[in-house]
Each structure stands twice: as C-alpha cells, then as structure tokens.
Nanobody, 126 residues
C-alpha cells in the first residue's frame, strides 16, 4: 500500500509559478513511476508528468518546457514546479504511483497507476 498526499495548490495569476509537492508514504520500492495528473471540470483526467525511480522523466506536450518534475528520494517527496502558468492549467492536480516488478513501460496513462492522492487545486486566472 502506498499513500500519497499532495500539497502546494493555490490561486495564481497567468504567468505565475507554483510548486506542488507529493509526499509518498512508502518509497522503498525499487521499481516505480510517480506521476502528476490533472482533471478540470467536465474533462478527463490527463497525465502531466512522471518520474521513474532512476530519475527518468516524461512530460505531456502541453506542459513541456514549463513544468519540471523532480524527486527527493531521502524525503520521499516528488515535486512539480510549474512556471508560466496559463488559465488552461486550472485543474485538480493528483499524484499517483505505479509500482511494478520486472519491466513496465513508462506510462502517463491514469489507468496504469494504482495508488492515488486526494488532489490539490490549482487555479490560474487571466
């Protein structure tokens, strides 16, 4: 069982920045991906960024160059630094964990992730 708790959501002006944090309760797994996802009202949940246990990262095209995912393994925390925020970034942001044995493709698909936090709200006004 992995428990994830998000924090850092806020209301900001367009062009502003926020850093989201995801505290991961169980970070001793050797093989995992931690992903950030978002869901706006009336829209499907979409993958934003993910980081692997070995530090590899991947991003959705819509946030590439603006968002940066990182992790502090010692503290069991994954961060999402969001710069140049736009109104279309407004959503509930969730972090999630995909734990696996052997091999697993580096996924940004919400259905592949088993453990989820409750989310933190990001609102960007124009």
């Amino acid at each position: 069982q992995v428990v994830l708790v998000e924090s850092g959501g806020d209301s900001v002006q367009s062009g502003g920045s926020l850093r989201l944090s995801c505290a991961v309760s169980e970070h001793s797994y050797s093989s995992y991906y931690i992903g950030w996802f978002r869901q706006a009202p009336g829209k499907a949940r979409e993958g934003v960024a993910a980081i692997a246990d070995d530090g590899r990262t991947r991003y959705a095209t819509s946030v590439m160059g603006r968002f940066t995912i990182s992790q502090d393994n010692a503290k069991g925390t994954v961060f999402l630094l969001m710069n140049n925020l736009k109104p279309e970034d407004t959503a509930m942001y969730y972090c999630a964990a995909l734990v696996y044995a052997g091999t697993h493709y580096f996924s940004l698909e919400a259905g592949e992730y088993s453990f989820w936090g409750l989310g933190t709200q990001v609102t960007v006004s124009s």
